[in-house]
């Protein structure tokens, strides 16, 4: 069975600072892994989805690489703002399903 | 408008009732999916559907049952609620040519 585990459950950064979120998971038989970004009542956003053969994928301020070999998922998001505020989920997919982490909370002080 | 929209956002019974959560998509998409999301837990599979006949049991489907009415709607039911089914309870939908999901904001739900 998949686990899918982020550390750390919570950080809370000033602004500007880089933010790095980490993703790990047991079984490295995966199809992708995407980034979610969870805002509360607005349910969750895909931020990015990166496939098994690629290394990284880039948008705007954030970089996510993927080492499938040792099962890790690295988010960075570049230069933080408050706006960046919420819980970011990692997802990798397997045969038929998305196995989720529980998500890192971020809080972004001005 | 929103593309995925849930139906109660909020929800409180109490256990032993039966209860029916809604979801429809303006998207066009083939496939729909119910989750529930507990507390320091990631979200988990309950229900999915390719297609309007094709229903599968998710890693968590015991004492949930789904309808897929159309292409666009897809129900998730509680025949008998429980105190530990109390979580939050998202829908989402995917095309069968694309491996992104979109999540609707999700139904609150409480059972007492």
């Known amino acids: 069975k998949q686990e899918v585990t982020q550390i750390p459950a919570a950080l809370s950064v000033p602004e500007g600072e880089n933010l790095v979120l980490n993703c790990s998971f047991t079984d490295s038989a995966i199809y992708n892994l995407q980034w979610f970004r969870q805002d509360p009542g607005k349910g969750l956003t895909s931020l990015l989805l990166?496939?098994?053969?690629?290394r990284e994928q880039t948008s705007g301020r954030l970089n996510a690489s993927l080492d499938k070999s040792s099962g890790r998922s690295t988010l960075y998001i570049a230069a933080s703002q408050p706006g960046d505020s919420a819980t970011y989920l990692c997802a990798v997919r397997g045969d038929y399903k998305l196995s989720f982490g529980a998500g890192t909370t971020v809080t972004v002080r001005a | 408008d929103a593309d995925v929209t849930q139906t109660p956002r909020n929800r409180i019974t109490k256990t032993g009732k039966r209860i029916m959560l809604e979801c429809s998509q303006t998207?066009?998409?083939?496939?729909m999916y119910w989750y529930r999301q507990d507390p320091g837990l990631g979200l988990r599979l309950i229900y999915y559907s390719f297609d309007v006949k094709d229903i599968n049991k998710g890693e968590i489907s015991d004492g949930y049952s789904v309808s897929r009415q159309a292409q666009a709607k897809f129900s998730l039911s509680l025949e008998s609620a429980i105190p530990n089914q109390t979580a939050l309870y998202f829908c989402?939908?995917?095309?069968?040519?694309?491996?992104?999901?979109?999540f609707g904001p999700g139904t609150r739900l409480l059972v007492l």
């Open positions: 989402a939908t995917s095309d069968s040519g694309s491996e992104t999901q979109y």
């Open positions: 990166i496939q098994s053969s690629q």
């Open positions: 998207k066009g998409h083939d496939r």
